[in-house]
Each structure stands twice: as C-alpha cells, then as structure tokens.
C-alpha cells in the first residue's frame, strides 16, 4: 500500500503576512519579480541550469531578479558561472534559511531544474503557497506537477525550454495557481497522512482473527 507524504503546509497557506520582507532584505523594489530555487547546491539538483535559464530571461530584457535557497558542494562553481554569464548583480545566493514562508512569501515563480527528483518538496511547498511553479519534467515531477494545469513543465537540461516555463510561470492565470494549491492541499497534507495511515491499520486489524 502506497501513502504519499503528508506536511504541514499551513505555514505557506498564511505566508502572504510576509509580503515584501524578502524584497527589503535585498534592497529591491516590491515590483521587482524574484524568481527563486530551493534546494541543496549538488550535482542532481542542477542548478546551473537554473542560472543559464536566467542569463537567457535577462538577455531578453526581463527585469527579474533570481534567488538561489541552499547550499552544498556546488556554490563555488555556481559563484563562478554567475561572473562568467554576467549575472553576478541579479541573482542573490541566500544560503541555508529556515523561514521558507518567508521566502515563498515574495517569489513570482519556484523553479525545479533537477536532473531526477523523488516527491519535489520544495515545489509543493510553494505551490501550498500560491507561488506558480516551473520545473523539469524529471523523476516524480510530473506526478505533482500537471503541465498548463498546476504549473509548467519543461526537457531537463534544456535551459531554453526552462526559461520558457518561467515565463508561462510569471503569466500564470489565478485559476492555476488556486488549482495548484487546492491539489496540493488535497494531496499531501498532514490530515490527509493522518487519515490514510489511521484507514491503513483499521484495515489490517479488521483482518486479524479475534482472539
């Protein structure tokens, strides 16, 4: 028997409190959209392809800004990429940080560009939290995001399929991102956990003999 994950995902649900914290801590404007990943800085996690995308979206004259949240053996390497693409003033890399709602609070998109992924957290996390999401369609993505239904989807490794899907992202319609966070809500909440754990052992204990 299959139980998905369950979390507490109230705290993103109520994240809009925060509005604007994550904006003042950068010194940006409200309006400043802040594009952002969550995840530890490894090779699977991909965040150089991350990074390509947004050379790409501020190539193109987006005024985005982008946030890496993590850390891990690549940030070296990925400091490096950022001088080497000029982006060295339009991504803040954030380090480990414990107030995601926080930061969930002021994101115009969540972007996953993992090479494989189990259940992607950090992007169901953010879409409990309204944020729009855009990822590649590797490992158990797809299983929790709907293309053009709960987000966007876009060819792992592909850094232009990538920055299409966070544009499609920064456009999304209120219906998706309500559809999003319903599903997610619905999905992989801590009651729902509850509720299928408690119903998986009722079931197996009606199958005991009584002593």
Same mark, same amino acid.
């Given at each position: 028997?299959?139980?998905?994950?369950?979390? $507490?995902?109230?705290?993103?649900?109520?994240?809009a409190?925060?509005r &604007?914290?994550?904006?003042?801590?950068?010194?940006?404007?409200? $309006?400043?959209?802040?594009?952002?990943?969550? &995840?530890?800085?490894?090779?699977?996690?991909?965040?150089?392809?991350?990074?390509q995308?947004?050379a790409?979206?501020?190539?193109?004259?987006?005024?985005?800004?982008?946030?890496?949240?993590?850390?891990?053996e690549?940030?070296?390497?990925?400091?490096?990429?950022?001088?080497?693409?000029?982006?060295?003033?339009?991504?803040?890399?954030? &380090?480990w940080?414990?107030?995601?709602?926080?930061?969930?609070?002021?994101?115009?998109?969540?972007?996953?560009?993992?090479?494989?992924?189990?259940?992607?957290?950090?992007l169901?996390?953010?879409?409990?939290?309204?944020v729009?999401?855009?990822?590649?369609?590797?490992?158990?993505?797809?299983?929790?995001?709907k293309?053009?239904?709960?987000?966007?989807?876009?060819?792992?490794?592909?850094?232009?399929d990538?920055?299409?899907?966070?544009?499609?992202?920064?456009q999304?319609?209120?219906?998706?991102?309500?559809?999003?966070?319903?599903?997610?809500?619905?999905?992989?909440?801590?009651?729902?956990?509850?509720?299928?754990?408690t119903?998986?052992? $009722?079931?197996?204990?009606?199958?005991?003999?009584?002593?």
């Amino acid at each position: 028997k299959v139980v998905s994950l369950g979390f $507490d995902l109230q705290p993103f649900v109520d994240c809009a409190q925060w509005r &604007g914290q994550l904006h003042t801590e950068l010194g940006l404007p409200t $309006d400043t959209p802040l594009i952002g990943c969550v &995840g530890r800085l490894v090779p699977v996690k991909n965040q150089a392809l991350f990074l390509q995308a947004a050379a790409q979206l501020v190539g193109a004259g987006s005024p985005a800004h982008f946030v890496l949240v993590g850390d891990g053996e690549l940030r070296a390497s990925l400091v490096a990429q950022l001088s080497e693409l000029g982006l060295t003033t339009r991504v803040h890399l954030l &380090g480990w940080r414990r107030d995601l709602p926080q930061i969930y609070a002021d994101l115009a998109v969540a972007v996953n560009s993992s090479v494989n992924e189990g259940t992607p957290v950090a992007l169901i996390e953010a879409m409990a939290a309204g944020v729009p999401v855009a990822a590649t369609a590797v490992g158990g993505v797809p299983d929790v995001v709907k293309a053009g239904q709960t987000g966007y989807l876009a060819r792992s490794g592909n850094a232009t399929d990538l920055a299409t899907a966070i544009v499609q992202a920064l456009q999304a319609p209120a219906q998706l991102r309500a559809a999003a966070q319903a599903y997610v809500l619905r999905t992989y909440s801590l009651e729902r956990l509850y509720q299928q754990v408690t119903a998986l052992y $009722d079931s197996l204990l009606a199958q005991q003999p009584k002593l």
